[in-house]
């Protein structure tokens, strides 16, 4: 199976701050990640597909990029609604599986 | 509208089965891959099942730790999807999404639509 790890798994930002979270695969999936975004109480909501493309609807200050092993979700400009746990998922084979996820909180 | 609505949680005693159910609307299920989804109490997510669509007769796949004791079905009739859990065990216990996926550049992604979840209990 492959293993996500996502660092780093908690991150104290401030309003405006931009934020990376690295997800790296324990072999190669090519671009086939997907990054979410949960709230608590709430379903997860998808960000990016295919590693770097946006999903519609999603604000333009998330973008992803990576290939391979390493990916990065990027947050330029942090907002108040973006404070919440972050999940990448591989879906390269299966089982499909996620990271165990970064919890962002507000400084 | 897109819409999922899941169904059927609650509390079962260990060894014991439940049936959850996704009903979806606004969209047809036999044109898209949908997944199950759980979320442990204040713990990650983890992928349980997948149910391929038409093009791909419908097959399904499932994570390790359920194989042989979830299946997932569906409906046409009433555009639903359904997991049969049967020998349950504690750590089963979780609030399970459903969730419709799409397909692009090579694979298929969970999750453009999720529902709100149900939560399941497997307690003694």
């Known amino acids: 199976d492959i293993q996500l790890t996502q660092s780093p798994s908690f991150l104290s930002p401030s309003l405006g701050d931009r934020v990376t979270i690295t997800c790296r695969a324990s072999q190669a999936i090519s671009n086939y990640l997907a990054w979410f975004q949960q709230k608590p109480g709430k379903a997860p909501i998808l960000l990016i597909y295919?590693?770097?493309t946006l999903q519609s609807g999603v604000p333009s200050r998330f973008s992803g990029s990576g290939s391979g092993t390493e990916f990065t979700l990027t947050i330029t400009s942090l907002q108040p609604e973006d404070f919440a746990t972050y999940y990448c998922q591989h879906l390269d084979s299966y089982p499909l599986t996620f990271g165990q996820g970064t919890r962002l909180e507000i400084k | 509208e897109v819409q999922l609505v899941e169904s059927g949680g609650g509390l079962v005693q260990p060894g014991g089965s439940l049936r959850l159910s996704c009903a979806g609307s606004g969209f047809s299920f036999s044109d898209h891959f949908m997944d199950w989804v759980r979320q442990a109490p204040g713990k990650g997510l983890e992928w349980v099942g997948r149910l391929r669509d038409k093009t791909q007769s419908f097959t399904t796949e499932y994570t390790a730790s359920v194989k042989g004791r979830f299946s997932i079905s569906r409906d046409e009739s009433k555009n639903s999807m359904f997991l049969q859990m049967n020998s349950l065990k504690v750590e089963d216990t979780a609030v399970y999404y459903c969730a419709r996926g799409f397909c692009s550049g090579g694979t298929c992604y969970t999750g453009d639509k999720w529902g709100q979840g149900t939560l399941v209990t497997v307690s003694s």
């Open positions: 295919s590693a770097s």
